[in-house]
């Protein structure tokens, strides 16, 4: 039951913007877009999220369509470290103890 | 902070054999999770609790699988007896309790890597 849909690889070259798009058309009202990184061999991070207004923090933008079926993560000046597996993750705020369900992501490839 | 502190890093071990996985959660943090994570499947939720009760364990893929919280501190995984297929990465993840309006993140720990010959 896949609630969001990335594209499986991307490339971006070092220092410039690195734009992740990811389609959540389903998503209800009362659902987050969160977005997480994997890096190789480690567990998956926390980037940033947001429900309606973009958001911004030290390590990237999110933008949230006005319709809110899909959103963009941005990383403002990507570096090699940031290659890494990318997942959009929607699921209801408020707290909540439930886990996280993982798609497969976007492969990110910061090449130099 | 240390973060979740997951051991060991790496495992091996033979088919039949009990496998223990250790997690220590964030101190303050009232939730966590196991996952597994293989090329073919990606990151599997297996089991998670709150409070130090299991809430969900629909994600446990057999009876060998067993998971317990004996306190805030500490979380164990146990795989009885293994089998190659066993064979993934493990992960532990933590995140603070809930609170009206509140969204956490979760931290997941640096995982154990699981290889079952």
């Known amino acids: 039951d896949a609630k969001t849909t990335q594209p499986p690889s991307m490339d971006c070259a070092e220092g410039r913007a690195a734009n992740l798009p990811c389609n959540h058309s389903?998503?209800?009202?009362?659902?987050?877009v969160y977005w997480y990184r994997q890096i190789h061999s480690q567990g998956p991070q926390y980037i940033i999220h947001?429900?309606?207004n973009n958001e911004t923090n030290e390590m990237a933008s999110l933008i949230i369509t006005e319709d809110r079926k899909s959103s963009t993560l941005i990383l403002p000046h990507a570096t090699l470290r940031d290659t890494a597996v990318y997942y959009c993750?929607?699921?209801?705020?408020?707290?909540?103890?439930?886990?996280?369900?993982f798609g497969k992501g976007t492969h990110l490839i910061i090449q130099p | 902070d240390a973060g979740v502190i997951q051991s060991p890093r790496h495992e091996v071990t033979e088919m039949g054999q009990e496998v223990t996985l250790r997690c220590k959660p964030i101190?303050?943090?009232?939730?966590l999770f196991w996952y597994r994570q293989t090329m073919m499947r990606g990151l599997e939720l297996l089991i998670y609790f709150n409070n130090n009760v299991p809430i969900d364990d629909s994600g446990m893929p057999e009876d060998r699988f067993s998971a317990k919280m004996p306190n805030a501190s500490f979380s164990t995984l146990k795989i009885q007896p293994s089998e190659p297929r066993d064979s993934a990465v493990y992960f532990c993840a933590s995140r603070p309790g809930q609170g009206r309006g509140s969204n956490y993140g979760y931290t997941f720990g640096s995982g154990t890597r699981l290889t079952v010959v």
């Open positions: 947001g429900l309606k």
């Open positions: 389903t998503i209800s009202g009362n659902e987050y």
């Open positions: 101190s303050g943090h009232n939730s």
């Open positions: 993750i929607v699921r209801v705020g408020g707290g909540g103890a439930d886990g996280l369900t």
